[in-house]
């Protein structure tokens, strides 16, 4: 499986920007999938997931309300919707798959249980 993430750009305070993972192969519709994002002197922190079926989704508190992750498994994509962007959600967002188990929320937050890494969509919300 191979991830590309886009949608990343600037945007200020109070906007909103939709990112979009794409995927190749056929195992995606299988595979829970992840977003996650870095800002710079950070380390990489959780923002929001989605199981294989779309049946269930979790956020970050810090994007709860804000955030809303979809996905269309008939074209390998999954989206994160942001709106109400904050500077605080300036980053390098990465989307990320894999058949993480057990699907609970304690275990698909964690990055180290994700098998496939897109390259990565720069964030940067002026203030």
């Known amino acids: 499986v191979q991830l590309q993430a886009s949608g990343g750009g600037l945007v200020q305070a109070g906007g909103s920007l939709r990112l979009s993972c794409a995927a190749s192969?056929?195992?995606?519709?299988?595979?829970?999938v992840g977003w996650f994002r870095q800002a710079p002197g950070k380390e990489r922190e959780f923002v929001a997931t989605?199981?294989?079926?779309?049946?269930?989704?979790y956020y970050a508190d810090s994007v709860k309300g804000r955030f809303t992750i979809s996905r269309d498994n008939a074209k390998n994509s999954v989206s994160l919707q942001m709106n109400s962007l904050k500077p605080e959600d300036t980053a390098v967002y990465y989307c990320?798959?894999?058949?993480?188990?057990?699907?609970?929320?304690?275990?698909?937050?964690?990055?180290?249980?994700?098998?496939?890494w897109g390259q990565g969509t720069l964030v940067t919300v002026s203030s």
């Open positions: 989605i199981t294989w079926s779309g049946g269930s989704t």
């Open positions: 192969g056929r195992t995606f519709s299988t595979h829970n």
């Open positions: 990320a798959s894999g058949r993480v188990l057990p699907a609970t929320a304690a275990v698909l937050m964690q990055p180290g249980h994700y098998d496939y």
